[in-house]
């Protein structure tokens, strides 16, 4: 609503300024043509913005993040740690969610279960780190395809062509993102600049919260 009201604002004091300027001019002006082109205008860049906003697709993580805690390992590490108790979802229980990284890259049961589904593992990992980051800084950061937010915003202009596309946080409002799954498959590789996860999402948290 705010869009519309600010859009037909505008276009009607172009409108304005045709007519002001006809008379400085003195020129015969047809109100008529000049109120249809303008009203053209305006319904033209409402169908853009429309269609713009309609290419983000939403790709809702939150089901896949409970899986760090719903499809568990018999392990007694697993079955004692990653529990729904422990993992909340609040900052604090990503120390759990490093511990069970520390154990999938230093054993060598754990390096074999990445070398077999490392795409798994950065999906269930990745998807529960963004939930965190999402709910703890509580704006309006939602989980949208890649490559629709690729299309859609500058945001990822500087991101390289070899990322891996996959789901991300996006903010409308600061058309800014979040890349919580790519950071998860650097760190899970041994390719990362964070030390652990938590160190990124705090880091992630302060400078998204402001």
Known sequence: MKLLIK?????????????LLSAILKHQLNLS???FSCLGL??????FVYFRSKGLVKDNLKGIAKLMYE?????????????KRNLDFTIESIQYIDLYTKKL???EKGTVLLNEALDNMVNRIGAYIGEVIKRTINQD???????SVYHHSKSLACVAETTRPYTLL?????????????VVEQYLKGDSAYRSLQEYVEKMIRAYSQ
């Open 33 to 35: 043509s000049t109120f």
């Open 170 to 182: 996006y903010s409308k409002k600061k058309d800014r993102a979040i890349l919580p799954l790519n």
């Open 71 to 83: 499809d568990v390992s018999e392990e007694g590490w697993d079955q004692e740690n990653l529990t």
């Open 141 to 147: 950061f939602t989980w949208y395809e890649f490559n």
């Open 7 to 19: 859009n037909l604002l505008y276009y009607f004091c172009i409108f304005l300024c045709c007519i």
């Open 105 to 107: 890259m230093k054993t």
């Open 42 to 47: 305006f319904l033209g860049n409402l169908v």
